[in-house]
């Protein structure tokens, strides 16, 4: 052994094994470096920043918890806008559900013509946020905006929308509405429903199980892994709820849309207080995480795997 | 077809044994109320479109008056000109395709590469960077937003497309390295084996064995590439503030602002901008229905 290792220590050192082991650290090493520079520095920058008091011009300095205690005690508007979130993400993610839901069970039915009408319920998703909300402002327009007209029509007053405080958040939800009940989301469902296996149908309506029963006992039990998925992912989305407010309301009217992340925009690049702004953007992240976590828990109690030989 | 049939009809199927004629009756009702649901459900998700798309077509004096109309006078194609003329959004799309460009082929190739060494190479620790790859997709942009925008700040980078793109160059996203390599991982290793004993390094399997044989996933990981790239409003918004480097999100947001105009009613040139910002996206889901259907698809299943 000894003699062996002294004549020829490197070719036994880089077994063939042991090179196939570096060349594929440097495979993946634009991802490492990608994770490091770009993913969990910067969160761990963020980490440290919010314990500090940073304007970008002066150096940071270190004040403690003085920016979660000033969230948690004084920002008149941090519990105001996680509110107006959670508000937001309660109404929004439920009924976005239910819809893309019974949107794919109507495609799921082989009709003739379902590929034309899943095209159209998909196009809201395909426009780029930014289209939408300037689209969704001017059909929103009180004076001149067609929806007024039709509720007009209909002999309903007219409604303010963006513009008046108990409306505005619905007139974001239905936006919401519009732009995903129909896309990625309703996509999944159908991917879920189709992966039904026929026997259990069949077994069902042999069984003499109605409409209902098959849906709730069948349909629903093996698509809860798709809900779950679905579900976890809208909550996500919905509590970082940014874009259209921004480029509708900003706000407004009375700080009735002012929701989270806006808040944290207006801290980190209006006011440029980055240790404050930091210190939201943290708790955001931890919300986030304490949301999905219940969601794993309780998900133990609905979502039911068939089998466990799934791929990974 | 029998499943959907059945569906369809459900009650109905073991109410009307053994009378056709009912049968047949109940079976087009059931079609009559599915098409009048699905075609209410296609006006909801339509009707903003012919909305843009008329509103873009009229003059403003035609924006302004009660009740709307819903077909324009006459056509004014006018619009769309006046965008490329004295507005600059020729600028705007310039930016946005270079910016897409670049993302869509440097992250589609780097996630690849990357997607290669996860599926493909036995390492210690493999399996644990693995999972953290995944968890990535948990990290919300927001978290890292405010320290990113300091490096870059002492970089150099803002107001260049820097940022916008050297991120995507490393691999990009977690969803693309995740989807090439359950693709890899379908193709049978004894592709590689028998290109190795011809001689062939990792680079060349890599090159000329696995990505040819994945067009299919590369095909559906440009295809998102390019969409979020088109549509990022959050990062450029922070780190470009020149109107000259715009790419369309912000660009669009400018021209209903836009000193250009003046105090011009400019609803029907958003509309316009709007219609032809939208357009790229549909087209491109149009014409790769099937790849981007997969892609959607692929995002749902779990690892």
Do not use: C
């Not at chain 1, 513009?163 to 996509?187: D, K």
């Not at chain 1, 409409?211 to 970082?240: D, E, G, H, Q």
């Not at chain 2, 190479?121 to 968890?135: C, Q």
């Amino acid at each position: 052994m000894m003699s062996t290792a002294v004549s020829v220590p490197r070719r036994v050192w880089l077994t063939r094994s042991r090179r196939r082991a570096i060349v594929g650290y440097l495979w993946i090493m634009p991802w490492l470096v990608g994770l490091v520079a770009f993913k969990l520095g910067p969160t761990l920058a963020a980490f440290a920043l919010s314990f500090t008091r940073y304007d970008i011009i002066t150096t940071p300095i270190w004040i403690g918890l003085e920016n979660y205690v000033y969230a948690a005690t004084t920002d008149p508007l941090f519990w105001r806008s996680l509110r107006t979130t959670l508000y937001y993400v309660g109404v929004s993610v439920p009924l976005g559900i239910v819809a893309s839901l019974g949107l794919s069970l109507l495609l799921n039915m082989g009709k003739r013509g379902t590929a034309t009408y899943r095209t159209f319920f998909f196009l809201p998703n395909l426009t780029p946020v930014v289209a939408g909300a300037i689209l969704w402002l001017w059909i929103y327009h009180p004076q001149f905006g067609p929806l007024n007209y039709l509720l007009r029509l209909m002999g309903i007053p007219p409604i303010g929308w963006l513009g008046s405080v108990e409306w505005a958040v619905p007139s974001l939800i239905l936006v919401a509405f519009w732009y995903g009940i129909g896309g990625s989301r309703m996509v999944i469902f159908l991917a879920g429903l189709q992966a039904v296996p026929n026997e259990l149908y069949e077994a069902a309506e042999v069984d003499g199980a109605g409409r209902w029963a098959r849906f709730r006992y069948i349909i629903l039990p093996m698509i809860s892994p798709t809900m779950f998925f679905n579900l976890v992912l809208a909550i996500i989305v919905s509590l970082r709820v940014f874009e259209v407010a921004f480029l509708t309301t900003v706000g407004s009217p009375n700080y009735a849309t002012w929701f989270y992340m806006l808040h944290l925009y207006q801290a980190a690049f209006r006011d440029f207080d980055m240790g404050y702004a930091s210190a939201l953007a943290w708790i955001l992240f931890m919300i986030t995480l304490a949301l999905t976590y219940v969601q794993i828990k309780l998900s133990k109690r609905w979502v039911y795997y068939e089998g466990e030989e799934r791929e990974s | 077809m029998s499943r959907e049939q059945s569906l369809a009809d459900g009650v109905a199927t073991r109410a009307a044994v053994g009378a056709p004629s009912a049968r047949r009756t109940s079976r087009m009702l059931g079609n009559l109320y599915w098409y009048g649901v699905v075609t209410l459900a296609a006006v909801f998700f339509m009707g903003p479109f012919l909305w843009a798309v008329s509103s873009s077509l009229k003059v403003p004096a035609e924006l302004y008056v009660f009740p709307p109309t819903l077909f324009p006078a006459s056509l004014q194609f006018g619009n769309y000109v006046r965008l490329w003329g004295e507005l600059p959004f020729g600028t705007f799309t310039r930016n946005s395709l270079i910016v897409a460009f670049v993302v869509t082929v440097g992250q589609t190739l780097s996630a690849a590469g990357v997607a290669y060494g996860f599926a493909r190479f036995r390492f210690p620790g493999r399996d644990f960077l693995f999972v953290v790859l995944l968890s990535t997709l948990m990290l919300p942009q927001q978290v890292t937003i405010i320290p990113l925008f300091l490096i870059y700040k002492n970089l150099g980078w803002l107001d260049t497309f820097l940022p916008l793109t050297v991120p995507h160059l490393l691999g990009g996203s977690a969803f693309f390295i995740f989807l090439i390599r359950q693709f890899f991982l379908t193709l049978p290793r004894d592709l590689d084996d028998a290109a190795e004993i011809d001689g062939a390094g990792t680079v060349m399997i890599f090159w000329r064995i696995l990505l040819p044989l994945s067009k299919p996933v590369l095909a559906t990981s440009a295809i998102f590439a390019f969409l979020f790239s088109w549509n990022e409003f959050l990062e450029p918004l922070i780190y470009l503030n020149d109107p000259k480097l715009f790419t369309l999100p912000l660009g669009l947001r400018y021209l209903s602002v836009s000193p250009e105009l003046g105090t011009e009613p400019r609803e029907h040139l958003l509309m316009a901008a709007s219609v032809l910002f939208s357009l790229p996206p549909i087209v491109i889901f149009f014409s790769m229905q099937r790849y981007f259907i997969q892609g959607v698809v692929m995002s749902g299943i779990k690892g």
